[in-house]
């Protein structure tokens, strides 16, 4: 049986998708310890403009480097290497590559207790030992669950001696560069700016500090890969300066990103320049990249990229003949928990993903009856909320009519059109009273489902396979947000920013007019517990949210409905026809 797990912010995105500092001061390159191998980048602060670069020495050349990520070397760890992941590093060992380094992005450990000296036992100081097993040198860097001080996705409170602790034990900064035969390598903590904290890691953030130290890293225009754990489009820097902008004036220096926290393969296009996301590693499955860049052909290149399952279209199949499936009937009254497995979006930076994001927020479909004459069964689809894995009514979710059609063991359906309002569950999500006069709608255009049926003789009928189609429109979500805000500043109800008291406080008409938030400052903002509001606009707004695309392969599992909260039952509210309920006539 599956937990459902807590990821507030991931799920936040994924929802919006169906809609929708490090501890360097940042004066310059920070030299690895001695034995690392190639040539580090000299300290000093970012060049003068009217100073010619100096001379590349040595100059750039071929490197090559095995990239990894999320080797998640559980808490519990303090001193042996778990079987699993000493096996991971003997197959690494096993590559037949010539590599200069092993880069690791991130999510070194699950977890880490807090109050550790560097000389304790401890998940890092194993998983430091496990990378001495690999014949190559590895480059490490810090990822969301390296700050974590519990199982729980925790932020340790203690993050500046977090930090101390990582760099002592890892023996690097938590930002450095290495030169590699003339090309630079520079690793990134995504953890080191002011959104990480609040989103427990899920986003990303980078510091101004790093971003001009970065930038005096790049002035020389040596070659320059750049390595961070969060994807890129992930990652949120609100002063208004962004990777982005770094990247973009130096488009001839930077050549590419390697990030992993996904748990998948996946390439794209980041403001003009490639992205790799590698897999989690996991003994016996391609977990690595074998990555090479040649200066002189200017070459970034994946050389075993024919192995690799690079996110595509999920696709299913289900063959009719198949006589799992005995008694369609047998589905009728059963509530089918839905559990996303592999994930691809139309949206750049979430182009794959594990579905476990949406676990706080599941669909789960009821089967009502079964028709023996047209072959077909109807059901109706909803979302719950997660208590504690009790699957809870969500309020305001739609409760969608769905007719599957069968072939044998094969069901397909495919719904009409309808409007999720997600304010409601916004407000449950942060645990924040939200204003009855709020929406957050999303148009969902199309759904489709197609699945295959089986009742094993030990369990309850079920799909244990089947693909999920969403096509949507987020534009009325982003205006609702912005009319958000504009309704809570003239209810002055933003702290500092009172309408008409000041000039720069514009005055509201009655009723407030939604075109007056690009007069409302900057300054003034509204949170949803952590979260800022103009900070999870901007993040959506950023993708094509008038035409969302969401697939995903999925399976069900049966769980019994329950009238109060119970682990892992289903409320028996959920599909309730009566007055004011959301499946209500």
Not at 124 to 134: E, R
Request: charged fraction near 20%.
């Amino acid at each position: 049986m599956r937990n459902v797990r807590r990821y507030s912010w991931s799920n936040a995105i994924v929802l919006m998708a169906f809609v929708c500092l490090a501890c360097t001061d940042g004066t310059g390159s920070i030299s690895p310890p001695p034995d690392a191998i190639g040539e580090t980048t000299p300290g000093g602060d970012a060049l003068e403009d009217s100073q010619a670069p100096p001379p590349l020495d040595p100059p750039p050349g071929t490197t090559r480097f095995i990239h990894i990520a999320d080797l998640h070397i559980p808490g519990e760890a303090e001193d042996e290497i778990p079987q699993n992941k000493a096996q991971a590093m003997e197959e690494l060992n096993a590559i037949t590559f010539d590599a200069e380094y092993v880069v690791c992005t991130g999510d070194i450990v699950h977890w880490i207790l807090d109050g550790l000296a560097p000389e304790d036992p401890s998940p890092l100081n194993v998983a430091m030992d496990a990378f001495a097993m690999l014949r190559w040198p590895v480059l490490p860097v810090a990822g969301n669950h390296d700050y974590y001080a519990g199982p729980y996705a925790g932020i340790t409170p203690e993050v500046e001696a977090r930090r101390d602790y990582l760099e002592a034990v890892m023996g690097y900064p938590l930002d450095y560069s290495v030169i590699s035969n003339g090309v630079r390598l520079t690793m990134l903590d995504s953890m080191g700016g002011d959104q990480a904290e609040p989103t427990r890691g899920m986003v990303g953030s980078f510091s101004d500090e790093q971003l001009d130290w970065l930038r005096a890293e790049v002035k020389d225009g040596r070659p320059t890969i750049l390595f961070f754990h969060h994807p890129p489009a992930n990652i949120e820097t609100p002063t208004g300066d962004s990777l982005c902008a770094v990247i973009e004036e130096n488009r001839d220096t930077i050549k590419g990103i390697f990030a992993g926290h996904i748990h998948t393969f996946l390439e794209g296009e980041y403001c003009g320049i490639p992205y790799y996301i590698v897999a989690h590693v996991v003994p016996g499955t391609l977990f690595h990249l074998e990555v090479e860049y040649d200066s002189e052909s200017d070459s970034l290149r994946i050389l075993n990229e024919d192995d690799v399952p690079f996110t595509t279209t999920p696709e299913f199949e289900c063959d009719e003949d198949d006589t799992t499936l005995p008694d369609p009937g047998a589905l009728v009254g059963t509530h089918q928990l839905i559990w996303m497995g592999n994930m691809n979006s139309n949206l750049p930076g979430l182009e794959g993903f594990d579905g476990a994001v949406v676990d706080e927020t599941p669909f789960v479909l009821k089967f009502d009856n079964y028709d023996e004459v047209t072959d077909r069964l109807e059901a109706r689809l909803t979302m719950a909320l997660n208590e504690d894995d009790f699957v809870a009514v969500m309020p305001g979710a739609p409760c969608v009519p769905l007719t599957f059609d069968l072939a044998g063991p094969c069901l397909a359906a495919e719904t009409n059109p309808f409007t999720i309002d997600l304010a409601p569950l916004l407000g449950a999500m942060f645990e924040v009273e939200v204003d009855p006069s709020w929406q957050l709608r999303v148009d969902v255009q199309s759904m489709s489902l197609a699945g295959h049926a089986v009742t094993p003789p030990d369990s309850s009928p079920h799909l244990d396979s089947g693909i999920v189609a969403l096509r949507g429109n987020a534009a009325q979500g982003v205006a609702d947000t912005r009319r958000a805000l504009v309704i809570e500043y003239c209810a002055g109800n933003l702290e500092n920013c009172q309408p008409g008291s000041a000039d720069r406080f514009p005055e509201c008409d009655d009723p407030p007019r939604e075109e007056m938030f690009d007069e409302i400052p900057r300054s003034c903002d509204l949170f949803l517990g952590n979260f800022s509001l103009r900070f999870l606009l901007n993040f959506v707004s950023a993708y094509p949210v008038e035409n969302l695309k969401v697939d995903a392969d999925f399976h069900s599992d049966v769980w019994p409905t329950a009238a109060t909260p119970t682990p892992f039952t289903i409320d028996q509210a959920l599909f309730s026809t009566d007055p004011g309920a959301n499946c209500a006539p």
